[in-house]
Antibody, heavy 124, light 110 residues
Framework: QVQLVESGGGVVQPGGSLTLSCAAS????????MYWVRQAPGKGLEWLAL?????????YNADSVKGRFTISRDNSKNTLYLQMNSLRTDDTAVYYC????????????????WGRGTLVIVSS | QSVLTQAPSASGTPGQRVTISCSGS????????VYWYQQLPGAAPKLLIF???QRPSGVPDRFSGSKSGTSASLAISGLRSEDEANYHC???????????FGGGTKLTVL
């Protein structure tokens, strides 16, 4: 079955960097658009970024990311990444990766399934 | 401040029907499909409704979605204790070129 497993979370100081990974299995990873979504403690969901199936199309939440985060993928390793730089305390959240159910992308807010998430804490 | 607007809380008794609303604008709900996600306590979100009113396999028909203009709704009939969760609506926003969510509605089964 389709499975997404995030890793790489942890505690980092403000201004620091972290790279999250999302290992995918159970489907042809190279055929699907992938996403990162986060949830701050006690808050709602926030879409961060998407990457096209071949890595050529990338979109970001400009307000939240502002050039600090970079989404990428390695289709040979079935893995999605989120490189996070200049981290701030308000980046503290559970970070989820999710798959678009439609091959080559649905162009919407269709996320299925989700991984279990990885917790990032930005604190001094 | 979320782009889509949801009431922060809702409640109902077992067996009752409850409705959760999601209000947006012409650049998101008014133009694009709406999706609903259920998030049980301590768990990751799970797709509940896609393309406004479609249920994935395995989702009980007690859950239904609808959309009219710039608003969407999730209805849950025959409320059960296991429905106690946070419910999030989402849509693509053409102006922002990204997906947007509501703030989530915490449903309590009394």
């Amino acid at each position: 079955q389709v499975q997404l497993v995030e890793s790489g979370g942890g505690v980092v100081q403000p201004g620091g960097s972290l790279t999250l990974s999302c290992a995918a299995s159970g489907f042809t990873f190279s055929s699907y658009v992938m996403y990162w979504v986060r949830q701050a403690p006690g808050k709602g969901l926030e879409w961060l970024a998407l990457i096209g199936y071949d890595g050529n199309n990338k979109k970001y939440n400009a307000d939240s990311v502002k050039g600090r985060f970079t989404i990428s993928r390695d289709n040979s390793k079935n893995t999605l990444y989120l490189q996070m730089n200049s981290l701030r305390t308000d980046d503290t959240a559970v970070y989820y990766c999710a798959k678009d159910p439609a091959m080559k992308g649905s162009g919407g807010a269709w996320f299925d399934p989700w991984g279990r998430g990885t917790l990032v804490i930005v604190s001094s | 401040q979320s782009v889509l607007t949801q009431a922060p809380s809702a409640s109902g008794t077992p067996g009752q029907r409850v409705t959760i609303s999601c209000s947006g604008s012409s650049s998101n709900v008014g133009t694009n499909n709406v999706y609903w996600y259920q998030q049980l306590p301590g768990a990751a979100p799970k797709l509940l409704i896609f393309k406004n009113d479609q249920r994935p396999s395995g989702v009980p028909d007690r859950f239904s979605g609808s959309k009219s203009g710039t608003s969407a709704s999730l209805a849950i009939s025959g409320l059960r204790s296991e429905d106690e969760a946070n419910y999030h609506c989402a849509a693509w926003d053409d102006s922002l070129s990204g997906a947007v969510f509501g703030g989530g509605t915490k449903l309590t089964v009394l």
